[in-house]
């Protein structure tokens, strides 16, 4: 969800570059477990991001947002609390 909006944060068009760079970064991060959690995003290595997606100020967002939001809770209804109120 995270990196979702903070590609979409830069007006790119949803459907054809949003959803399948989410999709590859899923592939390459999330469902092999290389990132599992918002502290895991918060401290990825920005080169390695940038494999899925160049755009540094991209993941520099996404990179801040899941940091401060590892902060302040459980980070699943941190999620949903951010989401519902987004």
Do not use: C, H, Q
Not at 26 to 52: P, S
Not at 53 to 71: P, Q, V
């Amino acid at each position: 969800m995270i990196v979702k909006a903070a590609l979409t944060s830069i007006g790119l068009d949803y459907f054809t570059a949003v959803v399948p760079k989410v999709e590859e970064f899923n592939k390459k991060f999330a469902e092999n477990g290389r990132i599992k959690n918002l502290k895991e995003l918060a401290t990825a290595d920005i080169d390695e991001l940038r494999k899925v997606w160049k755009n540094k100020r991209s993941w520099m967002l996404a990179k801040d947002i899941a940091s401060y939001l590892s902060t302040i809770g459980d980070y699943k209804l941190v999620l949903r609390t951010w989401a519902r109120n987004a």
